[in-house]
């Protein structure tokens, strides 16, 4: 609150003079420290009056809103549009701003060797804002990282096993070893894929090259995507990023998507050098792999996909029953231990046949994420 400046009161030799001249007493005349005072305390009722009154309706509009009654309308009652039918119009939406949005691009390319400098001195970039930044980093990555091996993550993926893009990144860079030493003999190395990820990750910050100058380039586009979101995933990004032999180049478009690393993160691992640059190019690529919150996926379709996925699962797997979890599987000799069961509930998540929640009690439940009319069709399916 702004503070308000008061006129000074009377002292109290003035106010004696005043009433001791004999010509009017106290009550007759008016109290001059009133006088001056009066206004302002008259300001600050008004104030008070003003804030009171605010809180007063803000709790009021609380009460009328939690005792009236809810709508009885439900997101099921909308009849959405198929989902192949919206694409295909928002495909065929006219881009807007086409020459503003290319020269914005184009200015960027001034940038290219700035980027490039930071991460020759072992800075993670990281790019936000606005607009789809794919065409930008793989932009400035065929332009001027010529001279190293790129790697290029999708993380507006919704499964991404980075197991097996830890393997592809160890044998880049092996290959990119034998090439600086062509006349020196290689020595054997053992398959990357049965190799732990802790020897992976010692592979890649090893000191098998020559110069701290190579090293092997790593692209994610949407580092804050689905596939990547989970704390696990993000973590082993940045060991990997933390490498020696390895830079990262990262966009984000999540509003919250810092809140996804914690500072030894941020300012250790990635190594983070933030830069602001928005495209405002449509996520063309990107949208293909979100579900359009207006549309409905076809309900035939989803049982058609399930079936298939269940039918290529072992015996065991497709008849366990998910409701009864661990205990019913066990009785019915499906699972002999809780490890098995958790393998086959994992498949299930991969591909989105099942899906987990945690319950008011602090329970994790697992369930169907597929409509009632989707279970019928599906069970005649897969027991024929």
Sequence with gaps: RKAKLFPPVPPLSFLHSFWSDGEQTPESRTFPSA???????????????EEFEFSRNYFLAKELGGSSKKSGRKISDIDPVDEQELRTAANNLEPKHEREVASLMESYKASYPEWGFMLRTGFGLLMYGFGSKKALIEDFASTSLTEYSVVVINGYVQSINLKQVMVAIAEVWWDQLKAKRRNSPSQAQQPFNSRSIDDLLAFMDGQEADDDKSFVCIIVNNID??????????????RIASCTHIRIIA???????PLLWDKK????????YWYHVP????????????PLILAHSSTAQSAKTAAIVLQS?????QSMPIESLYAAS????LVSSQVTL???LTEFKDHELVRTRRNADGQDCVYIPLANDGLQKLLPEINP
């Design 313 to 317: 699962l072992t015996p065991n797997a």
């Design 265 to 272: 993160m941020v300012h250790t691992q990635f190594n983070w």
């Design 225 to 238: 995507g689905p596939g990547l979101r989970e704390p696990e995933s993000q973590h082993l990004l940045a």
């Design 330 to 333: 066990r009785e019915r000799f």
């Design 35 to 49: 006088a001056f005072c009066r206004p302002a305390m008259e300001i600050n009722d008004g104030e008070e009056e």
């Design 279 to 290: 495209t405002f190019a449509p996520y063309v690529v990107e949208g293909v792999f979100f």
């Design 251 to 257: 966009s984000i478009d999540h509003v919250n998507a």
């Design 342 to 344: 958790n393998s086959h």
